[in-house]
């Protein structure tokens, strides 16, 4: 079956920092890919995603790529910011558009001034 | 941009009690909406898929009589903890679908059952 790994948190930073939070997956065929960001309080949003192989995913200065070789869609970001702070979900999608997600255990992620 | 609510944000409710749980789309209309579940410290996990006017279709280890899913217009999905016990207790997500690549999540209900 599919499975996404990510890395455990918490993951605490200084603003400015260099973010890189890893991600791994399994699943057959060709999924798509997904990072999501929960701040507190509020549901899961959309951050970035990628639906095929090599495919760059960016959005607030966020990034991801899709690494088939490597079964892998790591999110970086060059500088946080506090704002930043938040937890992160990568998750994929096989199949068609009507298939629900499949998460990894989410990433809580501090950024301290 | 879309919004999905859901209520109540929380709940605490008797052992062998039933507890229903709204998903809303507040802006727009949604014919498939998912409905998760989410321990602490742990993933969400999907536990069915709701087509408007259509059953339900559950993940494989979900008990369908236990957790009723009505998906009754194009803006409601509603889910139904039956007869709940204390491993009920968790937190409940729903999503609705906007596009092939994209769904808008509500904010959660967390359910304690005593």
């Known amino acids: 079956g599919n499975s996404v790994t990510q890395m455990e948190g918490p993951v605490t930073l200084s603003e400015e920092a260099f973010l890189t939070i890893n991600c791994t997956y399994t699943?057959?065929?060709?999924?798509?890919l997904f990072w999501y960001v929960q701040y507190p309080g509020e549901g899961l949003q959309l951050l970035l995603k990628?639906?095929?192989?090599?495919d760059k995913g960016s959005n607030k200065g966020f990034e991801a790529t899709y690494r088939k070789e490597t079964t892998s869609f790591h999110l970086e970001k060059g500088s946080v910011q506090v704002s930043d702070s938040a937890v992160y979900f990568c998750?994929?999608?096989?199949?068609?558009?009507?298939?629900?997600?499949?998460f990894g255990k989410g990433t809580h992620l501090i950024i301290q001034p | 941009g879309a919004v999905v609510s859901q209520h109540p944000s929380w709940v605490i409710c008797k052992s062998g009690t039933s507890v229903k749980i709204e998903c809303r789309s507040l802006?727009?209309?949604?014919?498939?909406m998912f409905w998760y579940r989410q321990f602490p410290k742990q993933s969400l996990m999907l536990m069915a898929t709701?087509?408007?006017?259509?059953?339900?279709?559950?993940e494989q280890g979900v008990e369908k009589d236990k957790f009723l899913i009505n998906h009754a217009s194009l803006t409601l999905s509603t889910l139904t903890v039956t007869s709940a016990h204390p491993e009920d207790s968790s937190f409940y997500i729903c999503?609705?679908?906007?596009?092939?690549?994209?769904?808008?999540f509500g904010p959660g209900t967390r359910l304690t059952v005593t």
């Open positions: 999503s609705a679908r906007v596009s092939s690549y994209e769904q808008y």
């Open positions: 699943a057959t065929g060709y999924p798509s």
């Open positions: 990628a639906t095929k192989a090599d």
């Open positions: 998750a994929l999608r096989s199949g068609g558009g009507a298939d629900g997600l499949t």
């Open positions: 802006d727009f209309q949604a014919t498939t």
């Open positions: 709701s087509n408007e006017g259509s059953k339900a279709t559950y």
